[in-house]
């Protein structure tokens, strides 16, 4: 072979060897950008959750924008748990059949664990030690559970506050009216329209609170034993509920559950 093929021949190698080169770089960029992209788009898993809009301080309406400890909580354990939440507010009667529909993935709205509950839906573990309260008005008639006799008494629907106040209301003689928000609840006592109401301790507290010394209301006695309060979460979904436990007990370890906590109900 003359040298002038041989130099031609190792030109055309080399240039092989340098293409060839260049492929391989490129595929392997082309894959790490691939993983890239992949890594980016492992989205996080979107659930629907069911609240009320009107029950302070765990759920309640700030600028228009849905807020409070509950709502807070929530958001924090979706981010523990690589989850996006997508909130549906909701009536609190309503919450429970959403859930046995799937019409929602979980809910929560200081929704206490309650056997009854828990044979339609699943609850995570517990984040909330609750208690009711008899309420009254300062200047208003019953001054002590003994006082209830003949009396009107407001619950909520569907809650354990409607349970004690049905219990009271037969053990007094007296007559339950069942309605659907705080506010309602409030302004009929306010107005005379009730003797008293059942409500949350905290919920009562926190209004008390909010309104000052121009607070009307009263809390009679001492707190109530009610169910610890958990997200309720629609049956069949154990993984969801895993995920909420996993991000819960996070919170809790590092310290962020106390921080949401002491920011709504610290004394």
């Given at each position: 072979?003359s040298?002038?093929k041989?130099?031609?021949?190792?030109?055309?190698v080399l240039?092989?060897?340098v293409?060839?080169i260049?492929?391989?770089?490129?595929?392997?960029?082309?894959?790490?950008e691939?993983?890239?992209?992949?890594?980016?788009g492992?989205?996080?898993?979107?659930?629907?959750?069911a609240?009320?809009?009107?029950?302070p301080?765990?759920?309640?309406?700030?600028?228009?924008?849905?807020?409070?400890?509950?709502?807070?909580?929530?958001?924090?354990?979706?981010?523990?748990?690589n989850?996006?939440?997508n909130?549906k507010?909701?009536?609190?009667?309503g919450?429970?059949?959403?859930?046995?529909?799937?019409?929602?993935?979980?809910?929560?709205?200081?929704?206490?664990i309650?056997e009854?509950?828990l044979?339609?839906?699943?609850?995570?573990?517990?984040?909330?030690?609750?208690g009711?309260?008899l309420?009254t008005?300062?200047?208003?008639?019953?001054?002590?559970?003994?006082?209830?006799?003949?009396?009107?008494?407001?619950?909520?629907?569907?809650t354990?506050s409607?349970?004690l106040?049905?219990?009271?209301?037969?053990?007094?003689n007296?007559?339950v009216?069942?309605?659907q928000?705080?506010?309602t609840?409030?302004?009929e006592?306010e107005?005379?329209?009730a003797?008293?109401?059942?409500n949350?301790y905290?919920?009562?507290?926190?209004?008390?609170k909010?309104?000052?010394?121009?607070?009307?209301?009263?809390?009679?006695g001492?707190?109530?034993?009610?169910?610890?309060y958990?997200?309720?979460?629609?049956?069949?979904?154990e993984?969801l509920v895993?995920?909420?436990?996993?991000?819960?007990?996070?919170l809790k370890?590092?310290?962020e559950?106390?921080?949401?906590?002491n920011?709504y109900f610290?004394e």
């Amino acid at each position: 072979m003359s040298e002038n093929k041989q130099q031609t021949l190792r030109r055309r190698v080399l240039m092989f060897i340098v293409v060839s080169i260049i492929a391989i770089a490129l595929s392997a960029c082309g894959t790490g950008e691939e993983d890239s992209g992949n890594a980016e788009g492992d989205s996080a898993e979107e659930i629907t959750v069911a609240a009320v809009q009107d029950y302070p301080p765990f759920e309640y309406k700030e600028n228009e924008e849905l807020t409070g400890f509950d709502v807070e909580l929530v958001e924090a354990i979706a981010e523990k748990a690589n989850l996006k939440v997508n909130w549906k507010i909701m009536k609190f009667d309503g919450i429970i059949p959403a859930l046995q529909a799937n019409q929602v993935d979980a809910a929560v709205s200081a929704i206490g664990i309650r056997e009854d509950r828990l044979e339609v839906v699943n609850f995570s573990d517990p984040y909330f030690e609750s208690g009711l309260s008899l309420v009254t008005t300062k200047d208003g008639s019953v001054q002590s559970e003994e006082d209830l006799e003949g009396a009107t008494i407001v619950a909520k629907q569907g809650t354990s506050s409607l349970k004690l106040a049905n219990e009271l209301a037969e053990k007094y003689n007296g007559e339950v009216t069942k309605l659907q928000d705080d506010a309602t609840m409030y302004m009929e006592l306010e107005n005379g329209n009730a003797d008293a109401l059942i409500n949350d301790y905290p919920s009562v507290a926190y209004k008390i609170k909010q309104d000052g010394e121009d607070s009307a209301l009263h809390i009679v006695g001492d707190k109530y034993p009610s169910e610890d309060y958990g997200i309720a979460i629609s049956k069949g979904s154990e993984g969801l509920v895993e995920k909420l436990n996993t991000g819960l007990q996070e919170l809790k370890d590092s310290g962020e559950f106390d921080e949401i906590y002491n920011k709504y109900f610290a004394e």
